[in-house]
């Protein structure tokens, strides 16, 4: 893990879809399998839903992710949470107002945030919940909060490759408006912004398909005609 990760910041590329949602559309996502209802995050729900797993599980580096974005005090948190209040998962909505926070703990891999735009980032789900289609409909009504920040679009960026994750934001009411490539050099990481291809968002619109096997194909087949991007 140490040696991959290591590889991965000395060089490496890669390419993830920034994703919109429009509040003044309505949308309606599938419910999930259980009953729950959404809250800001409290400290009592941290050492609950990011306590340690095995690493087959859930990678170390996604917790330590999560409690750094906690320790940032960048509001807000919100988390999902059972009738007998168990948090089975959690993402932040973060307005314009904070933009000069999500540059310092990101550095800069997220566009400016524009008045009436909202960031939607660091999903994710207690294990203990995972195969209950949670995400979809908490993703819907954590992106519906942006209401409360007078906010109209809600962003969210997901890898290319995160195959399950895309569906999930489809199934919230995100699609694709632009690309961004992200670079790690010597230790140092940058990000560019690109229009949206036409060949990616056909390729995005094969993935979301729940087809498995088209999925698989169509990674495969497209994986070696990655557009050259210019900055």
């Known amino acids: 893990m140490f ?6 910041r000395f060089y490496s590329e890669s390419i993830s879809y920034g994703l919109k949602r429009d509040l003044n559309i309505p949308f309606e996502a599938s419910p999930a399998k259980i009953k729950f209802s959404i809250r800001p995050l409290i400290e009592g729900d ?17 917790i330590a ?21 168990e948090p089975c998962y959690m993402q932040w909505l973060v307005g314009n107002k904070h933009n000069d926070k999500i540059k310092a703990h990101f550095r800069g891999i997220f566009p400016t945030l524009k008045p009436q735009e ?9 294990p203990e919940f995972r195969g209950l289609r949670i995400m979809p409909e908490a993703m819907t ?15 969210t960026f997901v890898d290319v490759t995160n195959i399950p994750s895309l569906k999930g934001c489809h199934r919230s009411g995100f699609n694709p408006y632009v ?3 992200d670079k790690w050099f010597l230790f140092s ?16 619109n094969l993935n979301i ?11 495969i087949k497209k994986e070696k005609k990655r557009p050259h991007l210019q900055p």
């Open 189 to 204: 990481r940058s990000a560019s912004f690109y229009p949206l291809p036409a060949e990616l968002l056909e390729e995005y």
């Open 118 to 126: 909202a960031l939607l980032e660091g999903a994710y789900a207690n």
């Open 179 to 181: 690309l961004r490539k």
């Open 3 to 8: 040696y991959s990760e290591f590889n991965k």
């Open 209 to 219: 398909v729940d087809k498995p096997q088209i999925n698989l194909h169509s990674s």
């Open 46 to 62: 941290i050492k609950v839903i990011l306590k340690v797993q095995e690493p087959d599980v859930v990678n170390p580096r996604i």
């Open 65 to 85: 992710s999560q409690r750094a974005f906690i320790d940032a005090c960048i509001p807000t948190c919100y988390v999902a949470v059972t009738s007998q209040n």
């Open 141 to 155: 009504l954590i992106a519906e909060m942006a209401s409360l920040i007078n906010a109209r679009w809600v962003i």
